[in-house]
């Protein structure tokens, strides 16, 4: 088994697909419609996508426009060389931190949030000895 995508309910595909690509650097990998049950999706990812990496697909259901998040949902958690560079550059593109970077609460590990237009919270993890850092747009943060 491996880990194939995370969906996410967007109100609006162009807008969440501008985010996802222009503020968090992943890169459109595929898109589709499905016009009998009124419905488009993206997937989007970094590094080309599956099999190497897990992807997000961001599924817009015509005509609504805001989902409930609901109190289950946690976040999307991606990692980077230099969180307080990524949180920057993410602010610089007009995304929008909700957290700045610093260590977690008892701990050291340097952590960040930003929230996507649609409220989803993505956290970022400065990782000290990465693996597969290549593989990280925000690298060059």
């Not at 099999?51 to 991606?78: F, K, R």
């Not at 970022?124 to 000895?129: A, G």
């Amino acid at each position: 088994m491996r880990f194939l995508h995370t969906m996410l309910r967007v109100g609006n595909l162009q807008r969440s697909i501008d985010f996802y690509t222009q503020v968090l650097g992943m890169q459109l990998l595929r898109q589709s419609e499905n016009a009998e049950y009124k419905y488009s999706l993206a997937f989007l990812g970094f590094e080309g996508g599956n099999p190497g990496q897990a992807e997000i697909e961001l599924t817009y259901n015509w005509g609504t426009e805001s989902y409930d998040l609901g109190t289950a949902y946690g976040h999307v958690a991606l990692g980077v060389p230099d969180a307080y560079a990524a949180c920057e550059k993410i602010k610089a593109a007009g995304g929008n931190v909700t957290r700045e970077a610093g260590p977690v609460k008892g701990g050291s590990t340097v952590i960040a949030f930003v929230t996507d237009p649609d409220g989803y919270k993505i956290e970022l993890i400065q990782e000290n000895s990465r693996r597969g850092a290549n593989a990280d747009p925000l690298r060059s943060a």
